[in-house]
Every structure is written in structure tokens, then in C-alpha cells.
């Protein structure tokens, strides 16, 4: 089964501090579209250098939602765009996706 | 211990502000998005301990560091492990901290900082050249670049850098007009006005105002225009 983005990394963090956790996937959730947005539109121009910056920013929130594999899939990802190889972009997206629909949620 | 979190996403200060406010040696004076307005604040004030972000648009955490000439104890917070190896080349970085960062990780990052000694001076771009008679050194990106000097026509001051000019190539650099005269020959060097150092051997002309040095028209203030009409052999 595929993995599912999950809040454990942020319940450890707040100690239960349901403020700072809304806080939290507050600004997630304000960011998250954002630097998606970005990284598309870097991907569409060619600038495949700009977006493996993009893709390295995301990892943080990747990693903020406990998703491991994602994790690893994004840190390949990121290095083959550095080369100028865009050959995971639809899985990216997909676990991009994933993320925008639980943090909306 | 009074610290400073440096980092471009809102994301991360956030979690760095949270772990800090669970570690009861910290106190958090000011967080910034980017390295620009870190070193302004740091201009004016003081911190013990800087939580810096390497991968920032426009100024890495590596080129904030080199800008400090005494840079605080610094704390790496990256998602990139490669740059572990170039980050304890610095003398100031304590720890290297991989996100997504947990309490206990934090904690003992934090211990490490406590027990370092206050970081040492950073090599100043320009004060840490190494001079020899003909050449200047100049640090710019970690290299240090072999300047002729006598190649040099121009230097301007530009807010926190200066500008360079040679015939073959212009440099910027982060330092102040006064470090690189002082390293500079008085007799071929002078201060003609509070933004620009120029090379009295390639002027081409002088009027009332300014100076003709290669192709570039300088202003000459009041004040120093007495001592650059020494310099000329009038006829």
C-alpha cells in the first residue's frame, strides 16, 4: 500500500500543543501550493536546475508529513534534475498531490 | 544563550522557534527570511548563536557566514546532507542538523554550542589578502583571487561591497574601501572621493569635478581634491 502522509513528526513536535500544531499546517498550507506552483512552472520553462531547488524545498515538507519513501523518491529526484533528467515527474506530482488533499483536509 | 533562526521558509522558522522554546538555554531575539537582513541586524546587534539554512535564493548560509568577520556559533539547519564535509571547515559551525529536526537532536546540538568556545574571527575578504609587492589576494565564492595591482584602475564602494576594476576583469568583494587602501600603494592610490579609490597612473584627464580613468568619469569631492592636485606633475 502506498504511504499516506500522517502527523506523527508534528504531534512529537507540539507536545500536544494543538495551537502550534494549527499554526503549523497553517503556514504548510499556505506554502505548500505555493512552491508546488513554482516547481511546475520551472518544469514547464525547461529550467529543470530552478526546479530541483524547488524539489529540495518541498523535501522539508515531505519530511514534515512523515513521508519516508516520498522522502528518498524526492532526494532522487532532485539529483537527476540537477543533471537535466526529468523522468519522475508524474510520481512527483502524485505525491505532491497527496499532500495538497491531506493538508486541505 | 541569545540566538537567531536564518532561514528562507516560513515552515522551518516555525519548527526551529518551536524547538527553541522547549530548550530552556535558548533565547530567541529574531528570526529572518533571508541572509540580507540577518547581516544588518547583525551589524547592530549581537547573538550567541545563529540556526542558519544553507540552500537560500540569492545568498547561501556558506556566503552569510563569510560575510561575518566574527561570525557567532553557528548551527547548520538543512534537508541536504552533502554539505557536511564543507561545513566543518568553518570554525564557527557547531553542528549540522538534518530536517526535519526532532527535540532530541535539537537539544543536543544545542549542548555542543554551549560547550564550543566563541567562534574565531573569519578571514576578512580583503584585510586577509596576501599581499605581496605586485599582487593582491581577494576572497570571493571560498577562492582566493590573484589581483595585479597595478592592473587596478577603479575600486567603488557599493553598500557593503566594493567594486574592482581592472582592464582585464572587475571583482566585487565584500569589504570596505578603507581595508583595501590601506592594502593598496599610497603613492599609486588615492581617495578621491568617499565612494572611490582610484589608480593616479591611468588618469586620463581632470576637470573642475571629476577625473577620465579608462572610461569611466569619477567624481572628485572638495575635500579631496587638493591632495589628488599634489600627486600631478603640472606643468
Known amino acids: 500500500m502506498k504511504e499516506q502522509p500522517n502527523l506523527s513528526y508534528i504531534h512529537q513536535l507540539s507536545g500536544g500543543d494543538k495551537d502550534f500544531e494549527n499554526k503549523l499546517l497553517a503556514v504548510v498550507n499556505r506554502e505548500l501550493p505555493e512552491e508546488a506552483e513554482i516547481f511546475l512552472s520551472n518544469l514547464k520553462s525547461g529550467d ?12 522539508h515538507k515531505i519530511s514534515i508529513l512523515g513521508l519516508e519513501e516520498s522522502y528518498c523518491f524526492a532526494e532522487l529526484y532532485e539529483d537527476e534534475l540537477r543533471e537535466g533528467i526529468n ?15 491531506f493538508i486541505k483536509s | 544563550m541569545k540566538c537567531l533562526i536564518i532561514d528562507d521558509e516560513a515552515t522551518a522558522r516555525m519548527i526551529i522557534n518551536q524547538l527553541i522554546q522547549k530548550n530552556p538555554n535558548l533565547e530567541l531575539e529574531q528570526e529572518f527570511p533571508n541572509a540580507m537582513q540577518a547581516i544588518k541586524y547583525l551589524n547592530q546587534e549581537s547573538a550567541d548563536l545563529i540556526f542558519l539554512d544553507i540552500h537560500m535564493p540569492d545568498f547561501t548560509g556558506f556566503d552569510f557566514i563569510q560575510t561575518l568577520k566574527t561570525p557567532p556559533n553557528v548551527i547548520l539547519t ?3 546532507k552533502s554539505f557536511a564535509i564543507e561545513a566543518f571547515e568553518y570554525d564557527c559551525i557547531v553542528d549540522y542538523l538534518v530536517k526535519p ?25 580583503v584585510s586577509e589578502l596576501n599581499k605581496t609587492d605586485n599582487d593582491l589576494y581577494v576572497n570571493i565564492d571560498r577562492r582566493l583571487i590573484k589581483i595585479d595591482i597595478s592592473s587596478i584602475y577603479l575600486i567603488e564602494a557599493k553598500g557593503d561591497y566594493i567594486h574592482i576594476k581592472t582592464f582585464d576583469k572587475n571583482y566585487t568583494v565584500h569589504s570596505t574601501l578603507k581595508k583595501i587602501a590601506d592594502k593598496l600603494p599610497d603613492d599609486l592610490f588615492l581617495k578621491i572621493h568617499r565612494s572611490f579609490v582610484i589608480n593616479t597612473k591611468h588618469i586620463i584627464d581632470i576637470e573642475d569635478n571629476s577625473v577620465l580613468i579608462e572610461k569611466d568619469v569619477v567624481p572628485v569631492s572638495r575635500s579631496n581634491r587638493p591632495e589628488l592636485m599634489k600627486r600631478l606633475n603640472l606643468l
Open chain 2, 78 to 80: 538543512t534537508s541536504d
Open chain 1, 87 to 101: 523522468n519522475r515527474q508524474a510520481e512527483f506530482e502524485e505525491i505532491l498531490q497527496g499532500m495538497l488533499i
Open chain 1, 48 to 59: 529543470f536546475k530552478e526546479a530541483a531547488s524547488n524539489v529540495h524545498k518541498l523535501k
Open chain 2, 101 to 125: 529536526i526532532t527535540q532530541e537532536r535539537f537539544d543536543k546540538a544545542v549542548q555542543k554550542a554551549i560547550k564550543a568556545k566563541p567562534s574565531k574571527k573569519v578571514e576578512d575578504p
